[in-house]
């Protein structure tokens, strides 16, 4: 499918950004018969920093659109292999609720496929042009203005949703503001040959250490990808108090050769990237009466392992559905429904890792349990529904709520 060369003068939803969220939510918008047009900066495909995991979370949303057979003749893994402090374990992704497999795609094949989703369910594509303002009236956004090639032009909306990423350069503009006091990642990726691309396990490693040979408030990954390649990244957790003071691209590059031999590393990495993630909900600002910032623009990343892509997917579906009402008041309130427990309490537990000795302390103890690391492993990756009604879930619930209880940081005061 490709774009239409004109470019709508006006629609009734402008989505601006095209990754997960904002592709998920036009393909939505346009599946519930609305006329939708959806503009990035970037021509497709296009790169993104990222992990390029897909958690139980993620897979069950991208079933939802359809695409179940799609990722099925990508990788599919059964879980997480950790290792750290002397220890390897092998954990089966928890199933409940959720599907029991994940999966792993480039983000140029993912995204490019995903706004190819967007598009076949009616969605108009404008490719290459910057949001870089927006007209208001009344607080209510009616028309957001793009670069493109040297010109201007602008496209008027009735609803304007806002998933254009980390930085979110028109959330900016419409009043977003990111609390950096609450703990946020510096993360990096590169891809790299491997002999064990079709390896059925996700790999992490819990006991990242520095130059120094000291260990950091972070983990290292190697994502199986298919196709002779692996993803191959580490990141590391951060608060104003505690900055991350390590240099991403050669931590990273260390990681590589550390893992060369035992996980089948050939040849030089490739396409190095690095990140800064707002994480936890740490923005304020994310609505107005009819716009609403979501995805990573709205810091729904998850702050104890750095996922971002589910959040993504389930904003994008989940704000068509208030796309009539005063969003002002309808978004904020959901996100905090959805995600307020959960990630006051990871905002929370992850700050407490970046106290130094806590994880030096901790992890050995917790890596010699394989029942300790499996809740983990749920706990982290926030794979806990509404739905699960088990002893876990309902202490990680609860949990939630006392977290919540106890914020004084925005968006949950």
């Known amino acids: 499918m490709t774009t239409s060369p004109a ?17 998920a939510a036009a393909a939505w918008a346009a599946r519930a018969g609305r006329d939708v047009v959806i503009a990035d900066a970037a021509v497709f495909p296009r790169d993104k920093t ?11 949303e991208l079933t939802r659109l359809g695409l179940d057979d799609w990722l099925r003749a990508h990788t599919v893994n059964q879980g997480l292999r950790a290792h750290g402090f002397g220890q390897v374990l092998e954990l089966r992704w ?18 490019d496929h995903l706004r190819t989703t967007a598009l076949k369910s009616g969605a108009v594509g404008v490719e290459g042009a910057k949001a870089v303002d927006a007209r208001l009236e009344g607080g209510r956004v009616r028309a957001v203005t793009f670069q493109r ?6 496209i008027e909306c009735e609803r304007l949703v806002v998933a254009d990423g980390v930085r979110s350069g028109l959330g900016k503009v419409l009043g977003r503001v990111w609390h950096k006091d609450t703990v946020y990642a510096v993360a990096g990726r590169c891809y790299v040959d491997s002999t064990q ?7 992490s490693h819990l006991e990242l250490r520095g130059e120094q040979g000291e260990i950091l408030s972070g983990y290292g990954w190697i994502f199986p990808l298919g196709g002779g390649q692996v993803n191959v990244g580490a990141g590391t957790l951060a608060t104003t108090k505690r900055p991350a003071e390590v240099a991403i691209k050669p931590l990273m590059a260390r990681y590589v050769e550390e893992c060369r031999t035992h996980f089948g590393l050939e040849g030089e990495a490739r396409l190095a990237t690095s990140a800064l993630l707002p994480m936890g909900g740490a923005v304020s600002g994310v ?3 009819n716009w609403a910032l979501i995805g990573d623009a709205a810091a729904c990343i998850n702050p104890l392992n ?4 589910d959040y993504g997917l389930e904003t994008g579906r989940f704000v068509v559905d208030l796309l009539d009402t005063d969003l002002s008041v309808t978004w904020p309130a959901l996100l905090k429904e959805h995600y307020g427990e959960a990630f006051s309490i990871a905002r929370r537990l992850a700050g407490v890792v970046t106290v130094p000795r806590v994880l030096p302390t ?14 983990a492993l749920r706990w982290m990756g926030n794979l806990v529904t509404e739905e699960d009604r088990d002893s876990a879930a309902k202490v990680w619930r609860w949990a939630g709520r006392q977290s919540v209880r106890l914020e004084h940081r925005p968006p949950f005061t």
């Open 362 to 375: 901790l992890g050995p103890a917790g890596m010699r349990s394989d029942w300790l690391m499996t809740l």
């Open 149 to 154: 090639d040297g010109e201007t032009f602008e």
């Open 306 to 309: 750095g996922e971002g892509i």
């Open 287 to 289: 609505a107005g009466p």
């Open 94 to 111: 928890p199933g409940g609720s959720l599907p029991d497999w994940g999966s792993a795609v480039a983000r140029t094949e993912l995204d």
């Open 7 to 23: 470019v709508p003068q006006r629609t009734d939803v402008l989505v601006v950004g095209a990754g997960p969220a904002g592709s």
């Open 50 to 60: 990222c992990g390029d995991g897909l958690t139980p979370r993620a897979i069950a």
């Open 197 to 203: 691309a079709d390896d059925p396990w996700i790999t």
